[in-house]
């Protein structure tokens, strides 16, 4: 096991620095240029929903509190995801979120922080880039968002979220490495 992580870092640094897509959904030739099921077993891209969008803060006290049940699609979505602890940080109630992109996770700085939150109709989440791990976007897998790939510290995107449903997203460059993330919109 030991071997294998160490073979996996290997080619997860190669990749970063050659910038070379070795890893699924770091690119390749899918044929359709959409999103990729990083090909492992019982991994789940369902939709995220129609549209909506939400606001996430981050800041605060940091606990990963839960507000209320994990959906099952959640949990699905973000299990080979480093930095889920297998809660959502519930920011119900809060108007904006903000989520770190390029924060801690998966081998280097390929995560969103927190990886889920939980939010309410109307909230607009703000994505922060911290300027690490390489260029990265996020990208709603139901297609209700997506930014451009920025590697530059303070970069910012929005979205609000409208409707009410789970929104799951990814770093086109680094799905594969597991720095995806969802927004759970009551």
């Known amino acids: 096991m030991s071997d294998d992580l160490n073979r996996r870092t290997f080619i997860r640094s190669t990749a970063v620095v050659s910038g070379v897509g070795l ?98 109709t109307g909230t607009t989440v703000t994505w922060t880039w911290t300027g690490q791990g390489a260029g990265h976007n996020v990208v709603d897998e139901g297609g209700a968002f997506e930014s451009e790939t920025v590697t530059e510290e303070g970069h910012e995107f929005t979205h609000t979220f409208e409707s009410s449903g789970v929104y799951q997203y990814y770093c086109l460059p680094h799905k594969g490495l597991g720095m995806k993330g969802a927004i759970v919109v009551e």
């Open 23 to 120: 890893l699924a959904g770091c690119g390749g030739s899918s044929g359709d240029g959409g999103a990729d099921d990083g090909g492992s077993g019982g991994e789940s891209d369902g939709d995220a929903g129609d549209g909506s969008s939400t606001e996430t803060t981050s800041g605060g006290s940091g606990d990963g509190g839960s507000g209320g049940q994990v959906p099952a699609e959640v949990s699905d979505y973000l299990s080979n995801v480093g930095n889920f602890d297998g809660s959502v940080v519930d920011e119900t109630g809060s108007s904006s979120v903000e989520v770190t992109v390029g924060a801690e996770g998966n081998g280097g700085n390929y995560a969103f922080a927190p990886a889920a939150v939980r939010v309410s």
